[in-house]
């Protein structure tokens, strides 16, 4: 367990902590007023992610925030929602085995951030999450499998959006309708890089014709260079790189 007393460095401007558990904060935290950058790897909380979220909201600097692999107390396997308040914050990281409630709040300055989860809760607002990421001239996102389009109504411009990574499926229909509502909003995409899983319990067969009918003219009008990774060399998967390929009329050799 850290020692309480950490809560008293209010001169900190980077912290990095790892394989530890952080105490409840005291009523006398004033917070990190001078903190730009946070790093927390399997950093456990066991008085419940409140603590971490008003630890947040007091460093009013913070740029950077990687979270890595926390750990909080679950009631029946159900963790309470805490909000991410950084709204000086650039540079955004979060990864984890589950779900354990994060939401994000209002992002103005963020440059870059990561989303990289292999297990969502099935009542997350994905729409909500990624308006909360639209400011971001870097994104990269692990698209939940899901029998939905998880970001059907999804309005927001991606006004900044030069280099977006994903990792999704083709064989999945929901998957790639997503990957249309944000591509229809990021006119201005130079980068695409495609992380490919295979999920083998279903396969959509999603065609030529399908993918021209989601075609709008402004479509990777900017895209300059396109990577692909994981490829089976499935119908699927040769029509989706297919289509990308055919209309990104500015793809340039590297």
Known sequence: MLHSSIFSCCELT?????????????TCFAGFPN????????VGFPDGAKGLEILLARSPLLKSLSLLMLLFPAKNGVYHQWVIQ??????????GLYDD????????????????WPLYSYDRDFVKLITGLSQA???DFAMPVRDVNVLEGLSCSFKNLKCLSLCTSPHLLSNVLSFFCIIRNASKLETLRIKLFDDSTQDDEVDNDFLNGQWTDDLFSNLKSVYVRNMTC???EMHFIEFILSKARNLEKK
């Open 234 to 236: 499935k119908l699927s």
């Open 86 to 95: 950084a709204p000086n914050l650039q540079n955004f990281f979060i990864t």
């Open 14 to 26: 980077q912290l990095e902590l790892a394989d530890c558990y952080i105490p409840g904060l005291p």
């Open 35 to 42: 903190l730009t950058s946070l790093r927390l790897s399997d």
């Open 101 to 116: 409630g994060w939401q994000i709040g209002d992002l103005t300055f963020l440059e870059e951030a990561t989303v990289d």
């Open 137 to 139: 001239r870097e994104l």
